[in-house]
């Protein structure tokens, strides 16, 4: 079964720090995976997409790792903002028709300062 | 909000009446969607789009349905029959297929009464 598993589930830290979530998946074929962050109330906004080949993608203070051999991913927040409070959504796509679109749960992240 | 745009952003509703939820993208993309999302659980597919006067039943269709009579618009009506329709309700679209990147609007929060 495809799944996408996100850890922490929530997470606290201190302004300025840095922190790093997890996402792990059972997609197959895969296609790409993709981290979203999502603001209380509104719609999701992609971070990054990274594909097979791709080990690592920036975005700012935002940086994704894919080890696709460990089905393994990770979002890490560099020097964090009060700005940064929001839900990480990882999205796993399958290369299938129809649907393809895995989502994750999402971790809440809360910047405090 | 990617030229998204979902109306309203609140809506109130007794029980028992239909409601339409819109959306609207000025992106030309050919694949539209709708998606449900509840507390601590991922986003789930209700129907989706890919051609216009053409969609798909995902993984929650029931108690939904949907029109694609223009590329621009893809309104979903919540019926009487979906048994809990409190929910945020995101719309998103995308270039092709669904493994694409796919760009959401800000979202309608449904409260059923």
């Known amino acids: 079964k495809n799944q996408v598993e996100q850890s922490p589930q929530s997470l606290i830290i201190l302004e300025g720090k840095n922190c790093t979530l997890q996402?792990?998946?059972?997609?197959?074929?895969?296609?790409?995976l993709r981290w979203y962050k999502q603001d209380t109330g509104r719609g999701p906004v992609s971070l990054t997409i990274m594909t097979f080949s791709e080990n690592t993608k920036s975005n700012g203070r935002y940086t994704a790792t894919l080890d696709a051999d460990t089905k393994q991913s990770s979002l890490h927040i560099t020097a964090s903002q009060l700005s940064d409070s929001a839900s990480y959504i990882c999205?796993?796509?399958?290369?299938?028709?129809?649907?393809?679109?895995?989502f994750g749960k999402g971790t809440t992240l809360s910047v405090s300062s | 909000d990617g030229g998204i745009t979902q109306s309203p952003k609140y809506l109130f509703r007794k029980e028992g009446q239909n409601v339409t939820l819109s959306c609207e993208q000025n992106l030309n993309h050919d694949a539209m969607y709708w998606y449900r999302q509840d507390p601590g659980q991922g986003l789930r597919l209700i129907y989706y789009s890919q051609i216009v006067n053409d969609f798909q039943k995902g993984d929650i269709a029931e108690g939904y349905s949907v029109s694609r009579e223009k590329k621009e618009s893809f309104p979903l009506t919540v019926t009487s029959a979906q048994k809990n329709p409190t929910a945020f309700y995101l719309c998103?679209?995308?270039?092709?297929?669904?493994?694409?990147?796919?760009?959401f609007g800000p979202g309608t929060r449904l409260t059923v009464l």
């Open positions: 999205v796993v796509s399958a290369q299938q028709a129809g649907t393809a679109l895995i």
């Open positions: 998103a679209s995308s270039f092709g297929l669904p493994y694409n990147e796919q760009f």
């Open positions: 996402c792990n998946y059972t997609v197959s074929p895969f296609s790409n």
